[in-house]
């Protein structure tokens, strides 16, 4: 079992910064390719970044490929999206997860955060 935690969440202007963290206990966090999603309301859960096992391999959303950087630190067992020239589209609620798989598919991620909500206003 993996339990992940996310935090750094919050209401930030339009250009704006924020970093997202994602606390992971149980197993350690490396036996795993991490992944980021978010969902606004009414949508389905959208994937946003992932990252493999060691961070060698990554790969984002168009939607926010060049603004936002997934990273992991598997010594401290966290995982971050650092997310900067944010947009109102952006405002979503964010989840981090664990998969065994290197997938961008939210049905193949075995363990999944409570979310942390991000707000961009214009």
């Known amino acids: 079992q993996v339990q992940l935690v996310e935090s750094g969440g919050g209401l930030v202007q339009a250009g704006g910064s924020l970093r997202l963290s994602c606390a992971a206990s149980g197993h350690t966090v490396s036996m795993y390719n991490m992944g980021w999603f978010r969902q606004a309301p009414g949508q389905?859960?959208?994937?946003?970044a992932t990252m493999s096992r060691y961070g060698v391999?990554?790969?984002y959303a168009d939607s926010v490929n060049g603004r936002f950087k997934i990273s992991r630190d598997n010594i401290n067992n966290?995982?971050?999206?650092?997310?900067?020239?944010?947009?109102?589209?952006d405002?979503?609620?964010?989840?981090?997860a664990a998969s065994r798989e290197?997938?961008?598919?939210?049905?193949?991620?075995?363990?999944?955060?409570?979310?942390?909500?991000v707000t961009v206003s214009s």
Request: glycine fraction near 8%; charge should be negative.
């Open 44 to 48: 389905e859960r959208e994937f946003v």
């Open 57 to 59: 391999t990554t790969y």
């Open 78 to 89: 966290t995982a971050y999206l650092q997310m900067n020239s944010l947009k109102p589209e």
């Open 91 to 96: 405002t979503a609620a964010y989840y981090c």
């Open 102 to 117: 290197r997938t961008s598919t939210p049905g193949e991620y075995d363990y999944w955060g409570q979310g942390t909500q």
